[in-house]
């Protein structure tokens, strides 16, 4: 009796035990991942879980939430940072996540922030990255120039023809690369060329120390120069000659300048050798291109700058035209840059005669004739991010032209802010149009990092012909068509 009422004794202890650990014990909670991320990841967008309850912290770390390469099974680096109410887990990225790539998510031993649940077992979620921005790679980088800005150049044949660097330098392209056939320490700096011919040609340059722009020619490819032409006070900022024939001596010139404060037009007089100011307009900031149709030197478009200043007092870019030839110009109604705007870059007017206008803010208009003037449309607003509305040089287009034999083909460059720490970074931009405007296709270069999407800031476009571009940007690119 004594050994059977111990046993029933200690049974009975023993469930009164476990009944009160049952009794004091918190429920089990229902601890989920409420869904896997869907749809395409932007590659340079974070990566976010949300769950049925808080997490706690220090469980959230790289072992427990691991994004990794579904190919390559590399662990991607980033940050892990967990929400006010903790339910959710946020992964950014260190770098740009790779375009058209399958990632793979995995999360595994987390715990509620009560301490009381673990997560049920291991979870893995597969996303795919958005498509390059780019399928066409349609450029080609030729040699650098030189470690500078190429402002401008000219062609005289398909892929041969001379460029001009902002720190003074004209350049010759050869069989074996860049020649470098003029240079000058009174000069400060280098800002278009213009040939019309391998031995004859015109630069524009700048002479800091006694501030005025200087034209130079040369009538023996760059052997020598002879300074032709000096604007006091102003700078010289475009030049635009044409043979009016192959047998012409006497060429077509219109040159574009100015200052901060106004825009200055100047016709060249080939009888007599000199150049004429034909028109100073104090609206508007410098002269930055201008343009005329192939095989039309009659009616020609211009644009100019804009200058911002400090106390955000404006001094827009407008649009201006010329009827006869370069020897009187008028502006354009309607042509004003909108504030966010602040500059006229570049020009271009095809020979149907409706013309397109490029500047800061992501602006490019389309201008259709109409009564005299021109109707504008904004184009590609949203083909690419602007990465600050404030600043009118986050996205910034420098330069749009048409092949002279092909008006159906044409190109648009500029550059998008990536970088604004520090010193500013700059990715360049290319849109290409096989139908005169009506739609634009953004294309890379071969070779160029990020499905040909990364290469520097491109200022100008050189086109010789629908079989012969030249793309002129910073670091001394040069970027060439040749389809």
């Not at 008006?407 to 500029?414: A, P």
Request: charge should be neutral; glycine fraction near 12%; include cysteine.
């Amino acid at each position: 009796m004594h050994r059977i009422l111990s046993t029933s004794l200690v049974a009975l202890a023993a469930t009164v035990l476990l009944s009160a650990c049952e009794s004091s014990s918190q429920p089990q909670l229902d601890f989920q991942l409420t869904a896997c991320p869907t749809g395409q990841q932007a590659v340079n967008g974070n990566i976010v879980l949300t769950f049925t309850e808080p997490v706690l912290l220090t469980t959230v770390n790289d072992g427990n939430i691991a994004v990794t390469n579904a190919g390559t099974g590399f662990q991607l680096p980033g940050t892990l940072s967990l929400s006010a109410d903790g339910k959710t887990i946020t992964f950014r990225p260190s770098d740009q996540l790779p375009f058209e790539t399958k990632l793979r998510i995995r999360v595994q031993n987390l715990l509620t922030a009560d301490r009381t649940t673990p997560f049920p077992a291991v979870k893995l979620c597969e996303i795919t990255t958005v498509p390059p921005p780019i399928t066409q790679l349609l450029f080609t980088q030729l040699p650098g120039v030189s470690g500078f800005t190429v402002r401008g150049g000219s062609m005289f044949v398909a892929d041969s023809g001379y460029v001009i660097v902002a720190t003074v330098p004209v350049f010759r392209r050869t069989i074996l690369g860049w020649e470098d056939v003029f240079t000058s320490p009174f000069l400060s700096s280098g800002n278009d060329v213009s040939f019309l011919s391998r031995n004859h040609g015109f630069t524009a340059h700048q002479q800091a120390r006694l501030v005025r722009g200087a034209i130079l020619e040369t009538f023996n490819a760059g052997q020598t120069f002879d300074t032709v032409f000096f604007l006091q006070n102003q700078s010289i900022n475009r030049l635009f000659f044409r043979r009016r024939g192959n047998t012409d001596t006497l060429p077509f010139g219109v040159v574009g300048g100015g200052s901060t404060g106004n825009a200055r037009f100047l016709k060249y007089r080939p009888q007599t050798h000199t150049f004429e100011s034909v028109g100073n307009f104090a609206t508007t900031s410098n002269v930055t291109d201008i343009d005329f149709p192939p095989n039309d030197t009659t009616k020609g478009i211009a644009v100019s700058g804009g200058t911002l200043f400090s106390d955000n007092t404006l001094i827009p870019g407008r649009v201006w035209q010329t009827t006869n030839a370069g020897v009187t110009w008028t502006e354009v109604a309607g042509g004003v840059t909108p504030n966010n705007a602040v500059n006229w870059a570049g020009v271009a007017i095809r020979a149907a005669g409706d013309i397109f206008v490029t500047g800061g803010g992501g602006y490019i208009l389309h201008g259709t004739p109409s009564g005299g003037g021109y109707t504008f449309t904004r184009i590609l607003q949203n083909a690419v991010p602007n990465p600050d509305s404030t600043n009118f040089q986050a996205l910034q287009y420098n330069d749009v032209q048409f092949a002279p034999d092909d008006q159906q083909l044409g190109w648009i460059v500029g550059a998008q802010l990536i970088a604004g720490l520090g010193v500013p970074r700059f990715q360049g931009l290319i849109f290409q149009t096989k139908d005169g405007g009506n739609t634009w296709v953004r294309t890379g270069v071969i070779g160029a990092d990020s499905f040909g999407a990364e290469f520097p800031r491109l200022i100008r476009i050189v086109a010789f012909s629908s079989k012969s571009v030249w793309l002129l940007g910073d670091g001394g690119t040069v970027l060439s068509y040749q389809p």
